[in-house]
């Protein structure tokens, strides 16, 4: 297992994060997972004797079971607190009442004791704020997570499914005010879905901020499981749950080159796409989630498989992203200045 640094921070975090979601199993969340306690305890073990230190939750997975659970399955395993990295999330509906969602400054401050008390420790290393709440100031926000961290229970803070502009808002009134800024952006990337590219993959690399990618296998859909005229299987996460967004034609396309290299290096397809993502600098850590121990040995391994220069290239290619607007008119205008550079 390799590890790199969170962000500008100076805490290294394994290359492969264990994510949560597939843990418990209550409400909407039955279709991703609804692993029990000794399912649970089984990935977590098998994630720690692999090198693995970075483990991901949210208190809105499976109404805060997930969060139970994952707790419990550390102190069952026998990991030291002191070598988990603990990242759990904060915007999710936990109750009915009208205040009991977003990222207001009360929301916050009961969120984070009621995460604390189910994942069973006194502090969180990585508090991420979930999405976006359009009714909140983001200066409420972050002075709510600021104050989260000076309070102690909080160690570093991180931001998830956020606009670029949004990102850069906060790290704006982070520098200003001198409160703790997002170290950290939880983001949808896969070699179906490379949006992130266009505008945030360049703030991150400017700012500094580290990239944890969710939904690496675009939602099973590049598993290896799913064909083109055959679909998939019918008990597969991504035929109960049709999420994210993926355009699957062109997915497809991409599935037909993967396919040939996963073969010439004898793996899954799984982990030919899991090792594309690890190859980009700017990815800090790949979160995976797995049902079973097998499928999590499998995802494991990418983090050992080196993909020669041309597989990679090969993949960009057939996954590129259309040109848009205004980085098509950047790279026009800068093609005698700056040849090859890319837009920022």
Partial sequence: MKYRL??????????????????????????IGQLDQPACTA??????????????????YSEG???RLFGQAL?????????????????GRMGPGVNAVGLSRGHILASVDESLGRLGTDYIDLYQIHGVDLLTPLDETMRALDDVVRAGKVRYIGCSNLMAWQIMKALGLAEARGWTRFESLQAYYSLAGRDLEREIVPLLESERVGLMVWSPLAGGLLS???????????DA?????????????????ILDVARPIADRYGVSVARVALAWLLAKPVVTSVIIGAKTVE?????????????????????????????EYPAWMVARQSENRAPGTKPR
């Fill in 6 to 31: 969170l962000g500008r921070t100076g805490l290294y975090v394994s290359e492969i994060c264990l994510g949560t979601m597939t843990f418990g199993g209550r409400g909407f969340w039955t279709a």
């Fill in 224 to 234: 290896g499981k799913f064909k083109r005229e055959a679909g998939g299987p019918n």
């Fill in 295 to 323: 499928q999590e040995a499998d995802n494991i391994a990418a983090s050992d498989l080196a993909l020669d220069p041309a597989d990679v290239a090969a993949l960009d290619e057939a996954s590129a992203l259309r040109p």
């Fill in 75 to 91: 102190k069952d395993a026998k990991i030291p607190r002191s070598e988990a990295i603990v990242a759990t999330k904060v915007r």
């Fill in 65 to 67: 079971e997930s969060e």
């Fill in 237 to 253: 996460r991504r035929t109960i749950f049709d999420f994210p967004p993926v355009d699957r034609d062109h997915a497809f396309d």
């Fill in 43 to 60: 990935l977590v073990a098998k994630a720690y004797e692999s090198g693995i230190n970075f483990f991901d939750t949210a208190n809105v």
